[in-house]
T-cell receptor, first 111, second 112 residues
Framework: SQTIHQWPATLVQPVGSPLSLECTVE??????LYWYRQAAGRGLQLLFY??????ISSEVPQNLSASRPQDRQFILSSKKLLLSDSGFYLC??????????FGPGTRLTVT | GENVEQHPSTLSVQEGDSAVIKCTYS??????FPWYKQELGKRPQLIID?????GEKKDQRIAVTLNKTAKHFSLHITETQPEDSAVYFC???????????FGRGTSLIVHP
């Protein structure tokens, strides 16, 4: 069966510091991968998606970037965090059957 | 692009009552409609979905109906229990697209 992992689970970072969040998927090949952000009490904002290694599409211009160095690995990065980057970051994967499954999330607080 | 409207934003019911959440979509090419349940501090979990070749789907106490002509779909929860309390998101996806469009969510509160 398929499993999706994210780490870290929680993170507290100062403004201006770098960020690296990692997501890995097990049990499937060539998944579509997604990064979402959810502000407190709000909906799901799609940040990036990827349909293959090295193929990244950005949905919202911002100081974040994403990379997919391996088939089942998706990384979200920032060189300098802003206060507004605080939120719940969710990685998700899907296959050709459309169902999308979310990882456990990373709760980021920028101070 | 696709636009999904979800109502109500908050729904409060008594335990045992039924709950209905409604979503409308704009793109007639959308053909896949999932529903997610997100408990406080947890990830969204896929609870039920429906494809455009089906009008209704049931799974125990939950059901989803789809009206393609009117471009709306609904989540029905019967005999609600306190553990049904969560935020529910609907979404729509077009064939050939990898990107679901989510509704803004409905906070369901079930009072014991």
């Amino acid at each position: 069966s398929q499993t999706i992992h994210q780490w870290p689970a929680t993170l507290v970072q100062p403004v201006g510091s770098p960020l690296s969040l990692e997501c890995t998927v097990e049990g499937t090949s060539n998944p579509n991968l997604y990064w979402y952000r959810q502000a407190a009490g709000r909906g799901l904002q799609l940040l990036f998606y990827s349909v293959g290694i090295g193929q990244i599409s950005s949905e919202v211009p911002q100081n974040l970037s994403a990379s997919r160095p391996q088939d089942r690995q998706f990384i979200l990065s920032s060189k300098k965090l802003l206060l507004s980057d605080s939120g719940f970051y969710l990685c998700a994967w899907s296959a050709s059957s459309y169902e999308q499954y979310f990882g456990p999330g990373t709760r980021l607080t920028v101070t | 692009g696709e636009n999904v409207e979800q109502h109500p934003s908050t729904l409060s019911v008594q335990e045992g009552d039924s709950a209905v959440i409604k979503c409308t979509y704009s793109d007639s090419a959308s053909n896949y409609f999932p529903w997610y349940k997100q408990e406080l501090g947890k990830r969204p979990q896929l609870i039920i979905d429906i494809r455009s070749n089906v009008g209704e789907k049931k799974d125990q106490r939950i059901a989803v109906t789809l009206n393609k002509t009117a471009k709306h779909f609904s989540l029905h929860i019967t005999e609600t229990q306190p553990e049904d309390s969560a935020v529910y998101f609907c979404a729509a996806l077009s064939g050939g697209s990898y990107i679901p469009t989510f509704g803004r969510g409905t906070s369901l509160i079930v009072h014991p």
